[in-house]
Structure formats: C-alpha cells, structure tokens
C-alpha cells in the first residue's frame, strides 16, 4: 500500500511539472529521457540489460513496484554510500527508465 501511494504522490509531482513547462520543453525532455545510456556492464549480448527484462517479464503494476523500490533504496540510503548527487543520478534514471516503459505501454 505505500508504494502505491508513492506512485500517486510522484505521478502527481511529475504531472504539476509537465503542466507547467512548455510544450518545447517537455518535449525536450522526453528526447533526453529517450538516451538513457545503459552500462555496458550490466547489458546482455542482447543489448537489453535487467531493466529491460524486468519490463518484458513483468506487467505493468509489478514493474512499477520494482522500479518504485529501488527507487525507494536509493532514496533511503542517500549520501550514505555514494555521493548524494550520484544518488539522485540513480533514482533519476530509475525514474525516467520507467517513465518511457509507461509511455511504450500507453501505445
């Protein structure tokens, strides 16, 4: 029940900041997600990495609580481990990795 009521929380956050950039912008944005550079240490010979096959093995509301919960980790631990600005890195791209699966599904 609480990562769904984080997801509600970082949905209506994320809505409130696309209503208040421009079109340009948000579409700038939504280019920048799209380059999501993927470690090579962590993708297969088939250029997918675990992301990728989490959001092929697991439908839509088990993908959201993975990615929410290593969101979540990152967040918890922050400036523990590694440097608070790598931290935000990490929940970012755990953040924006699932923004372009939702939208892919929302085709």
């Known amino acids: ?37 993927k470690q090579a240490r962590y993708t297969g010979d088939d250029g997918k990495d675990l992301i990728d096959k989490w959001a092929e093995r697991y439908n839509a509301e088990e993908f959201r609580l993975i990615m ?15 440097s608070i600005a790598k931290e935000c890195r990490k929940i970012a791209d755990y953040a924006n990795r699932l923004a372009l699966v939702e939208e892919s599904r929302e085709l």
């Open 68 to 82: 929410l919960a290593m969101i979540e980790k990152y967040m918890t631990r922050m400036g523990r481990k590694d």
């Open 1 to 37: 029940m609480k990562a769904l009521s984080m997801q509600i929380e970082h949905e209506a956050a994320y809505q409130q900041v696309k209503e208040a950039q421009s079109p340009e912008d948000a579409k700038a944005e939504d280019e920048e997600f799209a380059r999501i550079e």
